[in-house]
């Protein structure tokens, strides 16, 4: 009976990267005494967290750092802030996790950062079998930690996934109540005002450009049609009131060699409506770079105060 108990502890354990609660194991019949025999014989080890142990063999790495701190963690414990974005793989693992307990809660244990707060059902889910903060309510945690360059990149990449948008990272904040970093999380979110929907991570940095810049906001993923309605080509960014279109060339697919039949494309558009389309890439978004702003510029002049 205790092998098989054992063997039970396990396959709980391969489901939380090798860890697991005393509360899981003695709800399956598991006695205390029989979990110190095997910590004597190192069928278990103990984990910097009281209550939590791993099973030998089990890879350590900060995925499994997740779940001892989620199963130390009293009852709606998340994981939350940069451990929450590092899980969908937004930003690196952070040094240590991060979780958030319910307020009042107590409980800490060394390698992680307890915060509390309120996270409604809403703002949480599950990723990868853990209990997690919402791609939004993410980002409105991490604005207490990080520089606006570090919220900038974390909003570029959740919005220019599609993994969340500016209405409801505003809603998140709105529920989550005041929060520090609030006013770089305003200027990390504006650029997505308008509730666009983008197509990837580099559309989201060059709409960022054109806010900084002053540009007029363009339509996303604008669709352009002859006289007919018919369809003619679809442009990362169009300004319809001025017939200009800009594609935004990323790394994949449009390596160098796609770069000439790109600009066919684009050329047989502007011949068929009377557009104007440009082509841009990753060196134009660069700080130092000027030719995309002044040729935005002088084509759209600057938005409207």
């Not at 060394?110 to 309510?137: I, M, N, Q």
Request: charged share 25%; with cysteine; net charge positive.
């Amino acid at each position: 009976m205790p092998g098989n108990l054992l063997d039970e502890v396990r396959a709980i354990s391969d489901r939380q990267c090798g860890a697991f609660a005393v509360g899981q194991a003695t709800k399956i019949g598991v006695t205390e005494r029989q979990l110190r025999a095997w910590a004597r014989w190192e069928r278990i080890l103990p984990t910097q967290a009281r209550g939590v142990f791993r099973i030998p063999g089990a890879e350590t790495s900060w995925r499994q750092d997740l779940w001892i701190a989620v199963l130390a963690g009293p009852p709606k414990t998340v994981v939350s802030h940069a451990s929450a974005a590092a899980l969908r793989g937004l930003v690196p693992p952070p040094a240590e996790t991060h979780v958030t307990v319910r307020r009042g809660s107590s409980g800490r244990y060394r390698g992680a950062v307890l915060h509390h707060a309120t996270v409604l059902g809403a703002d949480r889910c599950r990723f990868d079998g853990l209990p997690v903060t919402g791609v939004a309510r993410t980002i409105v945690d991490c604005a207490a930690l990080f520089d606006q360059q570090a919220l900038n990149d974390l909003v570029d990449a959740a919005i220019g996934r599609n993994l969340t948008s500016y209405r409801r990272i505003t809603a998140a904040w709105e529920r989550a109540g005041k929060v520090r970093g609030g006013r770089l999380l305003e200027a990390a979110i504006s650029p997505f005002s308008a509730n666009v929907r983008l197509g990837s991570e580099k559309e989201a940095l060059a709409l960022r450009r054109f806010t900084e810049w002053g540009v007029p906001p363009p339509v996303c993923q604008y669709t352009i049609r002859d006289a007919k309605g018919r369809f003619l080509a679809r442009v990362d960014f169009g300004w319809p009131e001025r017939r200009f279109g800009l594609e935004y060339l990323g790394d994949e697919p449009h390596a160098p060699r796609w770069w000439g039949h790109d600009e066919q494309r684009l050329r047989s558009v502007e011949e068929a409506v009377g557009w104007r389309l440009e082509l841009a890439d990753r060196y134009d978004m660069r700080p130092s770079a000027t030719r995309l702003r002044d040729l935005l510029l002088g084509v759209l002049g600057p938005m409207a105060a």
